[in-house]
């Protein structure tokens, strides 16, 4: 917060129509901050010190309020007030907050705007929400190849007030189909009467408008993009994609990634914790922990089957948990790095055996450590423990001991195939959530572990 | 993978010499995708074709090189090329090599550097990894107050090639203390004779050099800047961090956060899973494992101890180990939602009262649910069980029903307060790893199940 003016003051403000002041703040603070203010008051209140503002600045600050906020205030307002606002509002915000409003509001707004406008929301509400389309703005640069350096310095001086950012320009045919790019920085660099054709890079990085928000945020991030072109299946440019919207794509996707990997539904929104209602978190947390919860019911089956071979060797049940605690941490952080590495673009589906293959290493190495520690555990603090005549201590160890490796191995080959084969599949990696893993191979480790008892002790 | 030429092309090139072809390939392709390629072959032959390239462009395909590459080539070059490679390197970029390569080398190639650069390298490696300081890069523009936009324009031009970005200028004053920032835009727009200092913006949002590296990044994505301004104690402007930074320092954070979940430890460095070994994933990953597994032995004892009880009511050991999976799932859930939000700086940790009383009316409305469907299970479905006689199915439903409960709302109550506390005490709430959270909540299961049990069936 970089302003100490409080919600009270800002009411007296509103309330007394002090425009000077509101100005005043309107045009000192950041338009974030600014919106931060307005957060805390009602959405007529909002809308009043907003009324305050020039029609720029009101857009501005609008546009960096919550969504639901924004939709609150736009019901208060009659169709022309509110298709003025729209009007005034960043096209990829607008066409947002268009979607999230009721129909009939939807239908009363639409006439009231210019068909330029209208026709602008109609297209960027038409994209399948997580693609590049669904995020992509239409306010951006174009020049055409033979006009000067200085001449497109000119254009672009007078399109910035409309124009995400002037700082790249994107060179188009007369069929808008993308010949290349040019920044603000080589146009200034450029002698005044070279050719835009002579200065800019043919080669465009760009993003199909189809394709996932995900690819389009990670090439801006790869190759430091100030923004990206999204273009048609014609190749024509019908958007860009500006860097902070990369931001908020990645910081959105690692939300989901990591929800999911605890097997949490819902929408996966950024800072929503606060605002969703316990309801809410219940129905998105609900659904897999009662799965997961009856599934559970057949590790205990396997536990029950083998009650007898627990009471005859009261010793096993001491490490029966622990045995299937270690194989779903070893699976969870197996299936957590892969599940990265795959998000990351660092491997690919089809890098699946080199991905087995380090995986099993790493799995050697971990079932040697543990088998060797248990197998100590048991020979050396095991001596206070109840065995049937005739037994040894030592067989229990191996029995152990060699339980849990191979338990450690299946579990970190299980978590590291999973999301490979999901993935193969064409579904998100992440949907192989840490909890369904630790499920499956509680049961899975619980039938190694017994097997293996049996096998040692010749039962 | 935008070029088709492949490295033994490469090689050929490279082995004959040819300049033109080589040329050709630096010019056309990105500098990202260039050392792509060139990641393809040795240290010693990718020198040999950066040779062809000019300097600016070397400097630039070589900044794009992984940092281990560029340590080899550095490696194999003598003193003075080593200088003069430096010396084109954008000065973070340039810091972190530096400070990666063996000490030895460092003395020798210091010397042959110029002053201002040997300064520069001295002053942007002194601040500690993870702070604002050591990303921050010393490449940006300032202004003085009393230039003309016109003048102003001009300097821009002038520094250009030299400067990480001329978009954003910063103004100070002779101390260099921050006055203000203009944008390039701001100053296109103006009159050409207008002051800069009625142009500029005079709040400017900046970060301290010592603080951490998330903190810079949030606010570039809060206020969607391009460049956020480093300043010291002093107030005085150090240095800038550029967009494409925040993107990589929220793609790292969200990486450590991650695996620390999983309980993964190591350097959290991104796309690194391929490249480190069996071994040093091994090391990553076994400390938690082993002594998780150690805790886990507690459960171990646990069950032995009520072994008992368990085989005079063999119906107990089917629920016990859903019971225990279903605490960690809870309490994981939790944690997880809760150490996102703390990350997202959504909450606070004063916010501890609120998030535990959401927590609460989540984990209740999961404990019913579960606590009925297991009662239910327990009527239904446990005729065939065999009972002590004088024991009703229902007493066993009751217990079962409410351990699960209280179980789920312990563990959900846990999860969100291990990581509040954590921040609280000053620490990264991300530490409270799952797999420990999952290992702690099987003890406090398996004691609430046992004793509800006894309760109940009134041992």
């Not at 190759?223 to 990645?250: E, F, Q, S």
């Not at 809410?280 to 559970?296: E, K, S």
Request: glycine share 6%.
């Amino acid at each position: 917060m970089q302003n100490p003016l409080l919600a009270p003051e800002l009411r007296e403000f509103i309330k007394d129509g002090k425009t000077v002041e509101l100005r005043s703040l309107f045009e000192s603070g950041h338009p974030v901050v600014v919106a931060e203010f307005l957060s805390a008051l009602s959405p007529e209140e909002a809308w009043k010190a907003l009324q305050h503002a020039d029609p720029v600045q009101r857009a501005e600050i609008f546009s960096n309020l919550e969504q639901d906020l924004q939709a609150e205030i736009l019901a208060t307002l009659d169709r022309n007030e509110a298709a003025r606002l729209l009007s005034d509002m960043p096209p990829d915000d607008r066409a947002d907050l268009f979607k999230s409003i009721p129909e009939d509001k939807q239908e009363e707004i639409l006439p009231a705007m210019a068909q330029a406008e209208r026709e602008d929301i109609r297209r960027l509400s038409a994209y399948e929400e997580g693609t590049a389309g669904a995020v992509m703005t239409s306010d951006y640069a174009t020049l055409t190849p033979d006009l000067t350096a200085a001449q497109a310095i000119e254009q672009l001086r007078r399109e910035a007030p409309n124009t995400e950012t002037i700082y790249y320009a994107y060179v188009v045919d007369p069929k808008r189909r993308l010949l290349g790019f040019v920044s603000l920085k080589d146009l200034i660099l450029a002698r005044p009467n070279q050719k835009v054709k002579d200065i800019m890079h043919p080669e465009v990085i760009s993003v199909r408008v189809d394709e996932d928000q995900e690819t389009a945020a990670r090439k801006i991030q790869k190759y430091d993009l100030l923004a990206l072109p999204v273009i048609n299946g014609g190749d024509a440019l019908v958007g860009i994609i500006t860097h902070d919207d990369a931001i908020d794509i990645i910081t959105q996707e690692q939300t989901e990634d990591m929800e999911k990997l605890m097997a949490i539904g819902g929408a996966h929104e950024v800072s929503t914790y606060m605002k969703t209602s316990a309801w809410g978190h219940f129905r998105n947390r609900c659904g897999w922990i009662v799965i997961l919860a009856m599934i559970g019911l057949i590790s205990g089956a396997i536990v029950q089957r083998y009650e007898a071979l627990i009471l005859q060797f009261a010793i096993l049940a001491t490490f029966m948990p622990m045995l299937a605690d270690t194989g779903g941490n070893t699976g969870s952080q197996s299936a957590t790095l892969v599940v990265r590495a795959l998000a990351m673009g660092e491997i690919r589906p089809a890098d699946i055996f080199k991905v087995l293959r380090k995986e099993f290493g790493v799995a050697v190495l971990l079932a040697l450590v543990l088998g060797v520690l248990t197998f100590g555990r048991v020979i050396f603090f095991g001596h206070g423990e109840a065995l049937p005549p005739g037994y040894q201590l030592a067989q229990i160890g191996w029995a152990v001991g060699i339980a849990l490796g191979i338990q450690v191995i299946t579990s970190t080959i299980i978590g590291a195939l999973l999301p490979m084969v999901t993935a193969k599949l064409g579904y998100d990696p992440a949907v192989v959530a840490s909890p369904a893993l630790t499920t499956v191979v509680d049961i899975t480790g619980l039938l190694i572990y017994f097997s293996t008892a049996k096998v040692f002790l010749g039962i």
